[in-house]
């Protein structure tokens, strides 16, 4: 494997993010929704360095399963969701790839009256987009090679790195 992303900055984009996310959310009633099971790393780190009050929920979304590194079909859980609303919206993603699964969490969640839907996802994996929409903030942008680490997975394995890699063809 080789590393693409360290720990360090990682650690160091995410407060800078949480800075900017507290400076837009401040006096405003927050409601911070992560998708599982990817987002969980991320999630933990970015919602500490929010400082200002927020309730935080979850959603299942997976078009990834198993031994496979090419997306098949979304499946989307709202199951979990808080009432969200008039409030606002943070999603929280660990990759947006095709954008797929971000549309779909938006269009579920505006359906149920927030007063506004943002998204955040700690990767943008350049020339996979299939939809025009593109996440509010990032972290970083990654070529197009499968990555692990700093909860994303290849087959559930991988994800309690704390930096973000590319498994070698030998890997997979």
Same mark, same amino acid.
């Given at each position: ?17 949480? &800075?900017?996310?507290?400076?837009? =959310?401040?006096?405003?009633?927050? @409601?911070?929704?992560?998708v ?5 790393? #991320?999630?933990?780190?970015?919602v500490?360095a ?9 959603v299942?979304?997976?078009? =990834? ?8 079909e979304?499946?989307?859980? @709202? ?16 990759i947006?790839? @095709? ?19 943002? @998204?955040?996802?700690?990767? +943008? ?14 972290? #970083?942008?990654?070529?197009?090679? #499968?990555? +692990?680490? =700093?909860?994303?997975? =290849?087959?559930?394995?991988y &994800?309690?790195?704390?930096f ?9």
């Open positions: 494997m080789r590393r693409l992303i360290e720990q360090d900055e990682i650690q160091q984009r995410v407060l800078s993010l949480g &800075r900017e996310l507290s400076e837009l =959310y401040r006096g405003r009633d927050l @409601t911070v929704i992560g599982l099971t990817g987002c969980m790393l #991320f999630m933990a780190d970015l500490r929010i400082d200002v009050p927020h309730r935080i929920g979850v299942q979304a997976s078009s =990834y399963r198993g031994a496979t590194t090419r997306p098949g979304l499946i989307v859980d @709202t199951g979990l969701l808080p009432d969200v609303r008039g409030r606002d919206v943070l999603i929280i993603d660990d947006f790839d @095709t954008g797929r699964t971000m549309q779909k969490l938006v269009a579920a969640l505006r359906s149920r009256e927030p007063a506004s839907v943002r @998204t955040v996802a700690l990767l +943008i994996k350049e020339g996979r987009s299939e939809v025009e929409l593109q996440p509010d903030f990032h972290c #970083f942008r990654i070529p197009d090679v #499968f990555v +692990i680490g =700093y909860g994303l997975d =290849y087959n559930d394995d &994800r309690h790195l704390p973000v890699g590319a498994l070698d063809e030998v890997d997979l």
